[in-house]
């Protein structure tokens, strides 16, 4: 089983890169549960999201301590760094983030996810740099599997970037 965490401001994907998780873990026929959570503000407020992906049944969606964090601000940062399971991984977008983690019990990886996107033709698709970055990391969900979760959740109105969402996440895959 595997309790992720992922967390920025709205706007920044948070809840899709979630859902994109999500989906891709029930094409591989785990079990999942998705428990969005933001501000009444939206974009620009705090925004995160829970993904739990497990073989087993999920007793709860919520999450004490993840096994993952994806940070994709400094506020989110702060605020989840320390409930990561001793043994865990934060991935962070260190374009956003200039703070090294202090904590010696977990992994990181600093990945400038918006710069990786910015040099890619779309700044704003740094989520998806993130969730790559994350796929590779877990190891139990096939790069497959996301790409073609993508390319059917991307929205009719936003199909025209599922191929550069794909190009994002197989940069974050690889780096």
């Known amino acids: 089983m595997a309790e992720i965490m992922l967390a920025g401001f709205g706007g920044q994907g948070v809840l899709f890169a979630g859902?994109?998780?999500a989906k891709a873990g029930m094409e591989a026929l785990k079990n999942v549960s998705?428990?969005?959570?933001?501000g009444?503000?939206?974009?620009?407020?705090t925004c995160n999201c829970k993904v739990i992906v497990s073989d087993g049944?999920?007793?709860?969606?919520?999450?004490a301590e993840p096994d993952f964090l994806l940070a994709m601000n400094a506020p989110s940062l702060e605020k989840f760094e320390g409930k990561v399971r001793s043994g865990g991984t934060i991935i962070m977008d260190s374009s956003l983030i200039d703070k090294k983690i202090s904590r010696k019990?977990?992994?990181?990886?600093y990945i400038p996810a918006k710069k990786i996107a910015e040099k890619m033709g779309d700044g704003r698709l740094g989520n998806m740099v993130m969730t790559g970055c994350f796929i590779s990391r877990y190891g139990k969900i096939p790069?497959?599997?996301v790409v073609e979760c993508m390319r059917r959740s991307v929205s009719k109105a936003k199909a025209s970037l599922a191929e550069l969402n794909i190009k994002m996440l197989k940069a974050?895959?690889?780096?």
């Open 105 to 109: 019990d977990v992994k990181t990886v």
């Open 172 to 175: 974050g895959y690889a780096f």
């Open 143 to 145: 790069l497959s599997e």
């Open 19 to 21: 859902k994109v998780i």
């Open 40 to 45: 009444p503000e939206m974009r620009g407020g």
């Open 34 to 38: 998705w428990l969005p959570s933001y």
């Open 57 to 63: 049944q999920i007793a709860s969606p919520d999450i």
